[in-house]
């Protein structure tokens, strides 16, 4: 396999990696309440459990799951704002299929990804501590910001070694 070939192959990977991974935040992010019932429910916590009654991680969760629902019930309108981060992410996903089919003419789409990955950090860390968002939390919103920007930035590199090479 000629080095072009495997280059190709690398970017496609890791590009195909980094949409899924913006289609599954997007797709998630349409049914929170839902999502949280379920993934308190699995960790222990019924849809009685009181924060009070549980610690960690979980009273997080707890707290979080029942903002939702009482948000949710007096004022439904306010979840359209997540929808349309949703509808965000999945966009934004679109667009790095430019990259993927031709990744020397599209380079830019991968470093706007690049900036967005840096940018994750900043706002997690600031706005998280304005809203009262446990670090703990903050710091999983800030690692996909890294994840993200650990699978682009091979990716840059590679599109550099192809554009040297005249691809």
Do not use: K
């Not at 379920?38 to 707290?63: F, M, Y």
Request: hydrophobic content about 55%; charged content about 15%; aromatic content about 10%.
């Amino acid at each position: 396999m000629a080095r072009t070939d495997i280059l190709i192959a690398r970017i496609r990977t890791l590009l195909l990696l980094f949409i899924v991974g913006l289609v599954l935040s997007g797709v998630t992010a349409f049914a929170l309440e839902t999502e949280l019932h379920w993934l308190t429910g699995l960790l222990g916590a019924g849809p009685s459990t009181q924060p009070s009654d549980v610690e960690g991680v979980l009273r997080w969760l707890v707290v979080v799951r029942d903002a939702l629902v009482a948000t949710n019930a007096r004022y439904p309108f306010l979840a359209y704002g997540t929808d349309w981060l949703a509808f965000a992410h999945l966009v934004i996903a679109v667009a790095f299929i430019g990259p993927y089919r031709d990744p020397v003419r599209n380079a830019w789409v991968v470093t706007f990804g690049l900036i967005a990955c840096a940018a994750v950090v900043p706002l997690a860390l600031i706005a998280g501590a304005i809203r009262g968002i446990p670090l703990y939390w903050r710091l999983i919103d800030c690692s996909f910001g890294v994840g993200g920007a650990a699978l682009l930035w091979p990716c840059r590199r590679a599109i550099r070694e192809l554009e040297g090479r005249g691809s």
